[in-house]
């Protein structure tokens, strides 16, 4: 190894070079001739995730271009900006889809879809994204448990604030069998919602 | 020159990847919770598997030794990129459930490995049939252990099938018994380790099982005379 010539050096460096041109342009090509499929698709389950919240009748807009930019808020649990979805209905507000985060579920965060009518209550919520325990934790996900529907039609006076927590800390929610943290993380992220459409319902509907 | 029998055997299982050459854990323990799962990850990691060795092994004459590492790695991040890119626009609902784990295989150095130990030695035709039998064993490994957590851990088998074959394979779906507790052991990262210790053991069994019985044969016949 130690006689390797400057000559040598050289050339294994440009063979690396070609191949370093080479891959990044494979991949670059396959990028450009897939990105609108990708896009198509991703909006599509948006579509799926909204519709699922909100039935597809009771808004005519098209919800996931109705967008607005909300700031970083404590009480979505945000930190960074996020989409609120706006479903409307001859022009009137319908109903708005927040990307909401419970920064403290028992494995990290929990990605949640909560959907809020114009009155305040709620259409529904979803888990997006979670890390929770398999087989525990992970019955908020509406494929292990029909739990996450329990939020349907709830709003801030129904329960009244203390009824907001899972029923081990005296609310009205279950928690699950061996998981107190995941349920309690949800709850605490559906009521901050709750509080942010509160205060911030004039401006969400703006165009 | 190695022949196709011997290829074949030796991917399957002689030499598989998991079971032998214990190459590829972390991907192999992280998604073998349940059989789809592993399918899936199995199913990428096997046309990884073949593209990769088929590229290295129609540049192998050009390789210069001394960067042919960082090539292969070159290439092998492209083409999984590359599958992850086509998942993506082509078979959204599948990208959605293995998507976390297509860049894993980036991780499984079985595929540096065969780059390097056997298509960079060999031409096209070999090296694409190892690639595909490699992946055909690592495969089989992982829907074999995905069934034996999934059953322990949830008492089911081929549960979200519809997620990777549409809604009509929601029938395949197999419930052991309704009321079973679970097993959460089996789900999570130790149960792997446990599931995979088994399989080894119980191929180390069977391959030394002939020459055991071959000797209780003979001792049995050296008593009759």
């Known amino acids: 190894m130690s006689s390797i010539s400057r000559r040598q050096i050289l050339m294994s460096g440009a063979f690396l070079w070609l191949f370093a041109v080479a891959g990044t342009t494979l991949v670059a090509v396959t990028e450009y001739s897939t990105s609108s499929a990708i896009a198509e698709n991703e909006r599509q389950l948006l579509l799926r ?132 943290i995941s349920p309690r993380a949800v709850v605490k992220a559906v009521h901050n919602t709750l509080l942010y459409y509160q205060q911030n319902a004039d401006m969400i509907f703006d165009q | 020159m190695t022949t196709r029998s011997e290829i074949t055997r030796n991917g399957i299982w002689s030499n598989n990847v998991a079971l032998v050459q214990l190459l590829g854990l972390c991907p192999l323990l992280a998604v073998t919770s349940t059989v789809i799962n592993g399918l899936g990850l199995g199913i990428a990691t096997m046309i990884t598997l073949v593209l990769s060795n088929s590229i290295v092994s129609l540049i192998r004459g050009f390789v210069r030794s001394e960067v042919r590492l960082p090539v292969f790695v070159l290439i092998i991040a492209s083409v999984v990129t590359i599958i992850e890119l086509s998942m993506k626009a082509m078979f959204f609902d599948l990208y959605l459930v293995l998507g976390i784990f297509i860049p894993l295989i980036v991780t499984n150095c079985a595929i540096i490995g065969r780059a390097e130990g056997f298509a960079s030695r060999n031409p096209l035709g070999p090296a694409a049939l190892d690639g595909l039998m490699m992946g055909l064993g690592f495969l089989s490994v992982l829907v074999v252990l995905g069934g034996l957590r999934e059953i322990i851990g949830f008492g089911t088998l081929f549960a979200h099938a519809e997620l990777m074959f ?12 309704p009321d079973y507790p679970g097993f959460l052991l089996a789900v999570l990262p130790p149960g792997a380790f446990f599931g995979l210790a088994l399989l080894i053991a119980a191929k180390n069994w069977f391959d030394l099982r002939p020459v055991a019985q071959h000797q209780d044969a003979s001792a049995v016949s050296a008593e009759t005379v």
């Open chain 1, 49 to 180: 995730n909204l519709y699922a919240l909100l039935p597809r009748d009771k808004l005519d807009n098209d919800i996931a271009t109705d967008t607005h930019q909300l700031a970083a808020s404590t009480l979505l649990g945000t930190e960074t900006e996020t989409s609120v979805y706006r479903a409307r209905q001859a022009g009137e507000p319908v109903a708005a889809v927040f990307n909401s985060i419970a920064p403290n579920g028992y494995s990290g965060r929990i990605h949640l879809l909560v959907g809020v009518y114009v009155d305040g209550s709620l259409a529904g919520v979803r888990v997006v994204k979670h890390a929770e325990t398999p087989g525990l934790g992970d019955a908020v996900e509406l494929r292990k448990s029909p739990w996450i529907k329990s939020f349907d039609g709830k709003s801030l006076d129904n329960p009244q604030t203390s009824g907001w927590a899972v029923k081990r800390d005296g609310g009205d929610f279950d928690q699950f069998t061996g998981a107190t």
């Open chain 2, 166 to 177: 549409g809604d009509a394979a929601k029938a395949l779906v197999i419930e052991i018994n």
